[in-house]
């Protein structure tokens, strides 16, 4: 217990310097893209007695160097600072959207699972036949679709043609979210207050979206189970207990399978990550209010503070997660020690 606290400060610890190489990296990228924040806001044909007042207000005459001090300092007070563009907090503007994003991440995350690691051991299951190539060829062809037009086809075949599910949102127009909206997982509070109707609109309205971002991923993790259901079966334990009889199914799905699925959970945490930056195509194809989606409104006004909020967020947000998988997974495999 002692070493996995000094594993989780020590992670911890690392993941400042991180952050500073991130907001350095960010602050000089959106500095040199085309653009501004006063020709968003002003537009090409303003006085230029009138930009240079607004830039001097929003700090942008100033040099890059004091620019870069000023939110460095901002964020050592845990300050993300208040966006150029529409004068709030960028904290408050993000405030209603992580949990948008971080629910629709979730339950990609669990399509992408219970797609991919099921086929995955299926596959290796009926390793050579038919339904073993189906699957393969099916994980290659999901992986290389953009997910931006999966979204565009699912929305096409089940939301206007077949009309089974919503397009867009994350409810409907008939359902009032100020009843349940406490922590912003749709979810969770529909189930708290028990309104099974909003519920049941929420699960709806999460279907496509979800399932946009789960069935891109699930390819990757076809052929990772599959690889290592493969090297597992051929393990001396699994050759003994089909020697004593033991159910094929029990053998596979149970005991080759736990075993197996070490190494997919670590796969999990780097997925996540990717499944985060996946959710700016998907929000903006589903019109889904979450970080992805004002990330992009911000990148075309040229809202540094925003941008640069969102991004930092983003990244506490994957850290978090992937100090998580790693303590699971000392949990799951008693052989690993930190």
Avoid at 257 to 275: C, H, K, R
Avoid at 277 to 297: D, I, K, N, Q, V
Wanted: proline share 4%; hydrophobic share 50%.
């Amino acid at each position: 217990m002692k070493n996995l606290l000094r594993y989780i400060i020590a992670r911890t610890l690392l993941t400042i310097p991180m952050l500073f190489i991130l907001l350095t990296i960010v602050f000089v990228v959106v500095r040199v893209m085309p653009g501004d924040p006063v020709s968003a806001m002003l537009g090409g044909h303003a006085p230029q007695k009138v930009i240079d007042q607004k830039k001097e207000e929003l700090g942008l005459n100033k040099p890059l160097i004091v620019q870069y001090g000023n939110y460095l300092w901002q964020i050592l007070n845990l300050d993300l600072g208040d966006s150029m563009i529409f004068k709030q907090r960028v904290f408050d503007t993000m405030r209603d959207k992580i949990p948008a994003t971080f629910e629709l991440t979730l339950f990609g995350m669990i399509i992408t699972l219970s797609v991919g690691v099921t086929l995955g051991v299926y596959a290796a299951d009926k390793r050579r036949s038919f339904r073993d190539y189906a699957i393969r060829l099916y994980g290659i062809v999901i992986y290389c679709i953009p997910v931006y037009w999966l979204g565009l086809m699912l929305q096409m075949v089940f939301g206007i043609w077949l009309d089974i599910f919503p397009i867009a949102g994350r409810t409907g127009a008939q359902i009032f979210t100020a009843d349940f909206d406490w922590t912003g997982l749709y979810v969770i509070d529909t189930l708290v207050v028990r309104d099974y109707t909003a519920l049941w609109d929420v699960l709806m309205h999460l279907v496509l979206p979800s399932f946009t971002l789960g069935l891109v991923l699930s390819g990757i993790f076809i052929r990772l189970t599959r690889a290592n259901m493969l090297d597992v079966l051929k393990s001396d334990y699994i050759v003994a207990a089909r020697a004593r009889g033991i159910r094929h199914f029990r053998v596979v799905y149970k005991y080759a399978f736990m075993n197996a699925f070490i190494p997919i959970l670590t796969m999990m945490g780097l997925e996540f990550a990717y499944l985060m930056s996946g959710a700016l195509l998907t929000e903006t194809t589903f019109s889904w209010p979450g970080l992805g989606r004002l990330l992009l409104e911000r990148i075309y006004l040229r809202d540094y503070p925003t941008i640069q909020g969102v991004i930092i967020v983003y990244a506490l947000i994957v850290a978090l997660v992937s100090l998580a998988v790693d303590i699971i997974y000392s949990m799951v495999d008693p052989r690993v020690r930190y």
